[in-house]
T-cell receptor
């Protein structure tokens, strides 16, 4: 089956620093990648949709200058949380849609970010 | 706009009991897909099932079964003879088509936390 990896699986950073999270589709080319955010005991909230080679589309209320998304290739998307603050602490999950117009998203294992 | 409602926030059962998780959805699309995912404490989402809007047949996979009823916009999930390992948060999700060719957003319900006690 299709595998999506995320790196790192967890990260602790100091307030004011930036942190980058990578999302890779390991055995397929991903037309589209999605970034979700999940607070404790809450549902997944879509942050943005990214297509390879184009700018990401952000959901309403998500600061695009704070959450930088780059989809440099068909197998890699990155999310950079800039000038992180404690309220950015969350579980970040990416997903990818295969290039072959198949319905469905394959999810990565998630990255737990803690900002101190 | 698409919406998924999982009215049950938490359910607690004793092992071997059957349990049904409810999912009600709203959409104006004629073609759509519904999903169920399991999220154990580790956090990784586990895909359980995908159902398209034209296929109303119920599905059974081992102890899991799904009842899709378009007339009531529901896609309920039943676990038969529950086990402790079934303890997790279960999410129902609905697609929202965003591009031609198949890319679609997923709209998630708020999830139902299932605890199966020994």
């Amino acid at each position: 089956g299709a595998v999506v990896s995320q790196h790192p699986s967890w990260v602790i950073c100091k307030s004011g620093t930036s942190v980058k999270i990578e999302c890779r589709s390991l055995d397929f080319q991903a037309t589209t990648m999605f970034w979700y955010r999940q607070f404790p005991k809450q549902s997944l909230m879509l942050m943005a949709t990214s297509n390879e080679g184009s700018k990401a589309t952000y959901e309403q209320g998500v600061e695009k200058d704070k959450f930088l998304i780059n989809h440099a290739s068909l197998t890699l998307s990155t999310l950079t949380v800039t000038s992180a603050h404690p309220e950015d602490s969350s579980f970040y999950i990416c997903s990818a849609t295969p290039r072959a117009a198949e319905v469905g998203q394959y999810f990565g294992p998630g990255t737990r970010l803690t900002v101190t | 706009a698409q919406k998924v409602t999982q009215a049950q926030t938490e359910i607690s059962v004793v092992e071997k009991e059957d349990v049904t998780l409810d999912c009600v959805y709203e959409t104006r699309d004629t073609t759509y897909y519904l999903f169920w995912y399991k999220q154990p404490p580790s956090g990784e989402l586990v895909f359980l099932i995908r159902r398209n809007s034209f296929d109303e047949q119920n599905e059974i996979s081992g102890r899991y079964s799904w009842n899709f009823q378009k007339s009531t916009s529901s896609f309920n999930f039943t676990i038969t003879a529950s086990q402790v390992v079934d303890s997790a948060v279960y999410f129902c999700a609905l697609t929202q088509l965003i591009t031609q060719g198949g890319s679609e957003k997923l709209v998630f319900g708020k999830g139902t936390k299932l605890t199966v006690n020994p």
